[in-house]
């Protein structure tokens, strides 16, 4: 637990805190508002183990003086002591700050990790644990690619290489939620393959990533799958899983869909309502696969975009002779966005099926989803890396290759107060995970749509720069929190995923995909230093406080004193299971209120005109539909007799006399998916 | 309130008596309200103010201070529509005799032609059909009931020989009168270019027929089904997308039956984003709710279906009422449609094939008055814009229609507010027996209407002769509506950046490409794709681009430097030379932000 402040101030103040006399007890997290927010005090003395073991010691750790003086405490076979350790520091970022060590004991490992079996071991001393819902401070021993211990003076074998965290933050490594790594396109594919993608990740502070597979229209779901297994299998150096994006709505991608999430560990998946002719799904494709997807536990990804407007918007701007990449956002203005996140939200709703939005790009995109969580919807926002950092004015750069550069969709907004407001909802909880949609295409390959901007591949970088940009914009900013930070780079997304608490946490028995920020670093976002292979990178010059000192992805350092250590092929594919309770459980709660009944009421026995089934004059009546098979339970033929339930309806239907025999109870049937107000669900 | 004619003709029909001298009351119109006597003569009001001179032999009434209110325009009908071979049980003489006697003395009909068939001979058989019929002014809608090449040649023809200038489009009805959103952009295009009011019926068709087939699958057939397979969110859903739609290209929507709260939410949201927006709530939704579905008697609750269908939500006729006092809804219909219960009986064993439509159409003044100026929530004025005056403006028969001034039409409603009318179906002009208000107390009610500068409703009888209604042509862009749309076109002229050729290396599509992309590659590149100024520099070595780098001050790129140089350096340097002027064009249909328009 460490105070608010702590994160703004210097690692200086450090051994004023902890030479505090009298402060064993945990102090609480300041926080600053949002939903999340504590009750101040409300860990006091009554948080995990961590505490109690961490009492009066804390002094111990985190010093300047390094790890002097704890070496010989509880017998510990302490070898940092004078050992040959390389000290990494940090390298020149921020001088005075006490930086990190890393300490091999007894100089027999090599710190690049060629000795496996040893270099699974590794200690974090001193660091401030940060996850989603607190701060602390603690020790983290990792053996296996897990967090095996975390707490205070812990009792780990020999030979453990030690970091010395100096009391910066040790956070979950981060969860890229959407990337298109080595898409295949006309032929070609996106530049950073997944290889130099998930590279370009963890050199951000990202230790998984979650990648869309595309078949193409009509092509098999599950083998399209299977290649993109293999290529990421292949090359990445971090943990993966993967969306799949139903492309077409049959019969028997429906069978695949069902094999793909029960057997193939896939519980997403994308659908598109723009890309008309190629991708697009109409409202009942929806409402069906929505529906599908809702009783298989799966969750929803829309690309919401109306595409039906966008076709014919992109025509009027070809007419009128803008054939440049302002015409992709003067074609998809984000009211388009709007309308179709709106949609999607009532389809959703409808069939009781929670969604996912992905790339939300615009302000009024971000609104609609926050209205929808206010009415109860279970809908998740995902803000990308460009969207929370940059806008849309480029579109009109001079400079055809940069405005280029910037064309994805929904297209970054115009409006340059759009990355500020997307971030205030990111931290205010009404956006919840944040993607980087990255999707690199070198200019030549953009240069495809030199003339038409239809034509222009689209895609933006920002896997690399997603957690540096949201800790700039929104945690220095004052917006979030750190512990909001963590939720909304990571926790979130591993919630989605149902991977919580594998990945998305600091605990034991978590995979040890961890991240030591430095939030005071600052870097600045170039073309030249990036990770990724294209040429050009649309945060360019933008700096950037906060930055990785120190990635460790299963259990090995990827990352260190600015170099990437890292073997190609070495992430592993991560089974996700359908239902994630983050998702589901208000889903099924509410499958189980809302039950529709029919009213029970005696036939209509009164007089019925004449009429022509083909009805000349249209009527708006759906005289298509065709009657239902089952007949309400409680219906007899009361024709034949004399006896009628329902009165005579000559009697013009007095109101007085029934209101009685109605019970109030019934009145009201509960539709499914819930009345937009959550509150008369019950 | 006495009435008193020279020759002693109290109470007789006063078709000939063509002068008319009402004495006394306090005129409203949606302005002001004023005291004045009115002198009417030819069916127009002819002179307003005190002590006027009137020829003698001149009947007058003596309206003793009462309110004396614009007739009531009632944008909303479907009298005598054809459905499955029967028609609704009012016609037009019906239909107009219960509007007279609510105190509407206008109705705008709507045509519905069947899909597939000519609009033009659907017009010409309703105005036939209204003509002998109706005994007070009308005008009618065109409904679009299919969307193709050929409709826009009766549509320009309606707009300039027929003066219809509005015109309604479906959402809804799945296979029989939705417009997919390609179809509607086109419509809202063309009706636009016309001057025309787009009116849009709106709720998500696709999902409806979704929802039907799940709820008769769960065995509910009765009228709860429609309420349960149409909720509200379709209904806001489709106003939204129907507001996006016209926002694109710049042109007025205006939703017909607005029935819930969230689909009045998302009108009145639109309109302070600056859509160009109105809403049109009907007497069934200001009056009464959609808990009725749930009755116990089959008929009772096959009566009040409608689509959208009215809301279960008990608030929601406060809350439309509201809206409609604080100006985001704008005009209120009646929809009135009437199917006798045996009619409505053909969807006995299937919801689906109830015939939609409730009554409203003489309810409706008393209602709002009751439920919204008698409450507090409206004053008389903004009930007259509501009732009437919008209405009016519109559809471009302001002021002809819809204010009492010196060469308006002589359409005239004298309003006792304490007068007390209980809805029922035994008291109804309506041919229906039922009254979906039936045993509602509204105050409010109208003592005299005058319609055409005559007599024909006053100690509660009717005198009226089948066929005295004219129709009313109008013109095109109405001001009211087209206005704001005519200056945003202007200011919206959208421009391309002029930027140099882009000679950079350019990656090589093979013809057919194995991989589809998320790029809407399948669209055929259109026609007229190519700006002006593009020639194939690729072939020579002079280059444009030389000279818009040459802008790039600061950046010493040269199209030569650019295929080898990094891009960095010029995203860097060229925020300089980008003139802030020229960097955001305006889209169609203004930002989501009306200040930004200017």
Not at chain 1, 267 to 293: G, H, P, R
Request: hydrophobic share 35%; proline share 5%; charged share 20%.
């Amino acid at each position: 637990m460490a105070e608010g402040k702590r994160t703004w101030d210097k690692e200086d103040d450090l051994p004023v805190y902890f030479g505090r006399p009298g402060t064993t007890d945990q102090v609480p997290r300041q926080k600053y508002g949002g939903m999340f927010c504590n009750v101040e005090g409300a860990f006091e003395s009554k948080t995990i183990d961590f505490d109690a073991l961490s009492v009066g010691k804390r002094s111990s750790r985190s010093s300047k003086s390094g790890s002097k003086r704890d070496i010989s405490q509880e017998g510990r076979r302490d070898s940092e002591q004078g050992s040959i350790g390389t000290e990494t520091g940090s390298g020149g970022l921020d001088e005075g700050d006490p930086g990190i060590q890393i300490k091999t004991a007894a100089g027999k490992e090599i710190l690049q990790n060629l000795d496996e079996v040893e270099s699974d071991r590794l200690l974090i001393k001193g660091g401030r644990i940060v996850n989603d819902d607190q701060s602390f401070y603690a020790d983290i021993y990792i053996e296996d690619g897990l967090i095996k211990q975390l707490g205070d003076n812990l009792i780990v074998p020999g030979g453990v290489k030690t970091i010395e965290a100096n009391g910066k933050m040790v956070i979950p490594g981060g969860i890229d939620i959407h990337t298109h790594l080595q898409m295949p396109y006309r032929g070609t594919t996106t530049v950073d393959d997944f290889f130099q993608g998930s590279k370009a990740a963890l050199a951000g502070g990202t230790t998984m990533i979650v990648d869309h597979v595309i078949p193409e229209p009509g092509a098999s779901l599950t083998e399209a799958f299977e290649r993109w297994r293999e290529w990421a299998d292949e090359k990445t150096c971090c943990d993966y899983s993967l969306h799949v994006d139903i492309t077409h709505w049959s019969d028997s991608t429906k069978q695949e869909v069902e094999t793909l999430i029960k057997e193939k560990g896939v519980n997403s998946f994308l659908v598109y309502m723009a890309y008309k002719d190629l991708y697009q799904m109409t409202n009942s494709e929806l409402y069906e696969i929505f529906t599908f997807l809702g009783e298989l536990g799966a969750v929803v990804q829309v690309h919401a975009e109306n595409g039906e407007i966008i076709a014919q918007e992109q025509v009027r701007m070809l007419e009128m002779g803008i054939t440049g990449p302002e015409g992709h956002v003067l074609s998809r203005p984000e009211e388009l966005e709007a309308e179709a996140v709106f949609r999607a939200i009532t389809i959703a709703s409808q069939t009781n099926c929670p969604l996912y939005v992905s790339k939300v790009m615009s302000k009024s995109a971000a609104d609609i989803i926050s209205q929808a969580r206010k009415k109860g919807n279970v809908v998740f926002g995902e803000p990308i890396t460009a969207s929370l950092g940059t806008d849309g004015t480029h579109y009109w750069s001079k400079n055809w290759a940069k405005a280029a550069a910037f064309v994805t969709s929904p297209p970054l907004s115009p409006d340059p107060t759009t990355p500020d407001y997307l971030n205030s909802l990111l931290a205010s909880g009404d956006l919840n995970v944040s993607g980087s949609a990255h999707c690199t295409f070198s200019t030549a390959q953009k240069a495809i749509g030199k003339d038409d901007f239809t034509q222009i591949p689209e895609g933006v970088n920002g896997i690399e720069e997603r957690m540096a940009v949201i800790w700039d914009k929104a945690v220095v900013t004052g917006k979030m929190d750190e512990n909001m930070f963590v939720a909304v780079t990571s926790t979130n997304a591993a919630k989605i995923l149902n991977l919580y608490p594998r990945k998305g946490k600091i605990a034991v028995g978590s995979d040890s995909d961890l991240v030591i920020w430095d939030s005071d670093a600052v870097r600045t976002v170039s073309a030249k230093t990036h990770h990724s292979a294209t040429e050009y990178n649309v945060f360019e010059g933008m700096e950037l406080r906060g930055a990785p000192l120190v990635v460790i992805c299963q259990g090995k350092i990827v990352l260190e004193d600015g170099t990437l250590h890292t073997t190609q092929g070495s992430g592993r594919f991560i089974a996700c299971t359908p239902f994630p309770d983050y998702a589901y459980k208000r889903i099924k709660a509410r499958k189980q209120m809302a039950v529709l009944r029919a009213v029970p009421r005696g036939m209509y026995d009164g007089p019925v005109s004449e009429f022509t089934p083909m009805s000349r004059g249209g009527t708006p009546a759906a005289s298509a539909r065709t009657s239902p098979t089952k007949q309400a339970p409680p219906i007899r033929n009361l024709h034949h007799s004399g006896f009628s339930l329902a009165g005579n309806p000559a009697h013009r239907g007095v109101p007085s006399e029934e209101t009685p025999i109605r019970p109030a109870g019934r009145r009201i049937v509960i539709p499914p998916g819930g009345r937009s107000n959550i509150t008369s669900l019950s | 309130m006495s009435m008193s004619g020279y020759q002693g003709k109290k109470s007789i029909p006063h078709i000939t008596s063509d002068r008319l001298l009402i004495k006394g009351g306090r005129i409203i119109n949606d302005d002001q309200s004023f005291y004045a006597d009115i002198y009417l003569e030819d069916g127009l009001i002819k002179q307003i103010g005190e002590n006027l001179i009137v020829p003698g032999a001149v009947k007058t009434i003596d309206a003793n201070g009462r309110m004396v209110l614009p007739g009531g325009i009632d944008v909303n009908t479907y009298l005598q529509k054809p459905y499955h071979g029967t028609t609704t049980v009012d016609d037009f003489y019906q239909g107009t005799m219960a509007a007279l006697a609510g105190g509407t003395t206008m109705i705008i009909d709507h045509v519905v032609p069947e899909p597939g068939g000519s609009l033009l001979a659907a017009f010409e058989m309703w105005h036939e059909a209204a003509d002998k019929k109706s005994c007070c002014d009308y005008s009618l809608h065109v409904d679009i009931t299919q969307w193709h090449e050929g409709v826009k040649e009766e549509l320009e023809i309606l707009v300039q020989d027929k003066g219809i200038t509005s015109f309604q489009v479906y959402m809804a009805y799945k296979d029989v009168f939705q417009m997919t959103d390609s179809q509607l952009y086109e419509a809202f295009t063309f009706l636009k270019g016309l001057g025309a009011v787009v009116q849009v019926h709106a709720e998500n068709g696709d999902l409806i027929a979704q929802e039907q087939n799940k709820i008769l699958g769960m065995g509910i057939t009765g009228p709860e089904g429609h309420a349960l397979s149409r909720p509200e969110e379709l209904e806001s859903e489709a106003v939204f997308r129907a507001i996006m739609i016209g926002n694109r290209i710049n042109c007025p929507v205006y939703i017909t039956k607005v029935m819930s709260k969230s689909a009045a939410d998302t009108i009145a949201q639109a309109r302070k984003k600056g859509a160009v927006a109105f809403g049109e709530p009907l007497t069934a939704s200001l009056g009464t709710d959609g808990t009725h579905y749930w009755s116990k008697n089959w008929s009772k609750a096959a009566a009040f279906v409608t689509s959208p269908p009215l809301s279960p939500d008990p608030t929601t006729p406060d809350h439309l009422n509201t809206l409609l006092a604080c100006g985001d809804l704008q005009v209120t219909g009646s929809a009135h449609c009437a199917y006798s219960t045996s009619q409505k009986a053909i969807g006995k064993d299937n919801f689906t094939l109830i015939p939609e439509g409730t009554n409203g159409i003489e309810e409706r003044m008393s209602i709002v008055w009751d439920k919204a100026v008698a409450v507090g929530k409206m004053d008389e004025n903004q009930f007259v814009a509501v009732t009437s005056t919008n209405a009016a403006k519109i559809f471009n028969l302001y002021p002809r229609k819809g204010r009492i001034a010196v060469g308006s039409d002589a359409d005239i409603v004298i309003w006792d507010p304490d007068k007390i009318k209980t809805m029922s179906a035994k008291m109804q002009n309506s041919a229906l027996e039922y009254n979906i208000f039936e045993g509602m107390e509204c105050h409010g009610a109208p003592l005299v209407v005058v319609s055409q500068g005559k007599i024909v409703f006053e100690d509660g009888k009717l005198h009226v002769l089948q066929g005295m209604g004219c129709f009313i042509p109008r013109k095109p862009f109405p001001e009211y509506v087209y206005q704001r749309i005519k200056t945003r076109n202007k200011r919206m002229e959208m421009l391309g950046v002029s930027r140099g050729m882009y000679d950079g290396p350019v990656y090589d599509v093979p013809a057919t490409p194995k991989y589809i992309t998320p790029s809407p590659s399948a669209k055929s590149s259109p026609a007229k794709n190519q700006p002006p100024p593009i020639r194939n520099l690729h072939q020579s070595n002079f280059s444009l681009s030389g000279a818009a780098s040459r802008q790039l001050e600061g950046c010493n790129n040269t199209s030569k430097h650019y295929k080898h140089t990094t891009i960095i350096g010029t995203q860097v340097d060229d925020n300089i030379p980008r003139r802030s002027g020229h960097r955001i064009v305006n889209p169609p249909g203004g930002r989501s932000n009306i200040t930004s328009l200017g």
